[in-house]
């Protein structure tokens, strides 16, 4: 944070690929009166809604649905079943 301070180099906005790194992140940005970066992470936390973290919101049911579903084709279909990715669909939660 220190060379952030010095440098004057703080990028406009930083993603962060979890909730609780853009918590942590966010609330040293604050500390170290670092306020003009906007952070994004991944997740949303209850603590993301006071720091006025953006975040990607992602459904845990339906995460679940699916994983439920191909583990039932997995265990019916052994021999035929193959790993993919699924893509679930989330929200932009812009704070």
């Known amino acids: 944070m220190?060379?952030?301070k010095k440098s004057g180099a703080l990028p406009q906005a930083i993603i962060c690929?979890?909730?609780e790194i853009g918590v942590a992140l966010k609330k040293a940005l604050l500390q170290h009166?670092?306020?003009h970066a906007a952070?994004?992470?991944v997740d949303d936390y209850p603590e993301t809604e006071g720091l006025?973290?953006?975040v990607y919101r992602q459904s845990f049911e339906l995460m679940a649905q699916e994983v439920c579903g191909c583990l039932?084709?997995?265990n019916q279909q052994a021999a035929q079943w193959k790993a993919s990715v699924?893509?679930?669909k989330g929200k932009m939660i812009e704070r």
Request: charged fraction near 15%.
């Open 2 to 4: 220190e060379s952030f």
């Open 17 to 19: 690929g979890d909730g």
């Open 33 to 35: 009166g670092l306020n």
């Open 39 to 41: 952070v994004v992470s």
């Open 52 to 54: 006025s973290l953006s």
């Open 72 to 74: 039932l084709q997995q």
């Open 86 to 88: 699924k893509q679930i």
